[in-house]
């Protein structure tokens, strides 16, 4: 079988597509067929800059993957050959509290990913498929989609009447978006695009600023909540934008930190002068998984998908996210 594998620090286009032996499922295993991944932030970073993680070469990249159950090790039960599956990011976080053990255990990093035709899995380590969404969509779910529920609703509790702000139309923001609607709440984005912004809007924000036109954006978020400032924000930028989310979070609000995306200095000052809220948000629990796609699959949700990918074109996918002209997710396909 075919897998992807990051040989050296050399970037995207050293991504070499490799022959591998097919993989055998051992005690309590899965083998899963690999239908579709969904690419991150953190797997571009992963791909071009892999020396901090210190993981060995070869390594297969990326977290979020869906497919089909083909194979099953002795003694597991969770699933039967056929059904669809996506895998969780964590492969060792099933609930509760994040551990040690459980922050070593993720895809496409400390453990090889799933840009791979094939795959072996802990059965514990899946999750299955929201009966109404396509492969391509499922594999959109796994870290983006788990992120913005852990961060509004696993831990923020966002509730009707509540304003969110987000930052860009990326994965995480438009789920957020997305998750935030169907609570009641009321939802700001910013971008650097006015079509972006209008379809975010046709989506159910319910305002939007361009931080390009307005460098001043946390100004421009006040003024939309009369001074008040946003109950909950969803700070993906990193330090180069996080002064700005302080400013525009209300008073006793809550900012979940997900993004690296910028560089910048902050003074934690403001954050004691507004008492506010900062959490740490790394994906999540594969129970907190199971609970988003109960309410996805309520919902009849689903996800944005900007563009996809043919599994021979996976390169293109990573120098497409480097981009950032994507509006949602970007999807590389295996089938056909």
Known sequence: MKAYEIRSADGIDALALADR?????????????????????????????PAPRGFPFPRIPNSDGAGEVTALGAGA?????????????????????????AMVSA????????????????EDGLVAVPGHLTYAEAATLPCAALT???????????????????LGTGGVSIFALQFARA????????SSSDAKLARAKD?????????????????????LTGGRG???VVEVGGAGTLARSIEAARFGGSIYLIGILS???????????????LHGIYVGSRAMFEAMNRAIEVAELRPVIDKEFAFTDARAAYHALRGAGHFGKLVITFDG
């Open 107 to 122: 895809l496409g990093g400390a453990l090889d990913g799933m840009l791979a035709e094939e795959v072996v899995l802990d």
């Open 77 to 101: 039960s969770r699933f039967e050959v056929g059904d669809r599956v996506m895998g969780s990011f964590f492969q060792r976080w099933i609930a509760g509290e994040i551990t040690a053990d």
């Open 148 to 166: 913005a529920w852990h961060a509004l609703v696993a831990r923020g509790g966002v509730t009707a009447g509540d304003v969110v702000l987000l």
């Open 183 to 190: 609570h009641g709440a009321r939802v700001i984005i910013t």
């Open 21 to 49: 032996a097919e993989p055998k499922p051992g005690p309590g295993q899965v083998l899963v067929r690999m239908h579709a991944n969904a690419i991150n932030y953190r797997d571009l970073v992963t791909v071009e800059n």
């Open 230 to 232: 946003a109950d909950h």
């Open 203 to 223: 989506m159910g924000a319910w305002g939007t600023v361009n931080y390009k036109t307005t460098p001043d954006w946390e100004k421009a978020v006040l003024d």
């Open 263 to 277: 560089r910048g200095e902050l003074n934690p000052t403001a954050i004691m002068r507004r008492s506010l809220n």
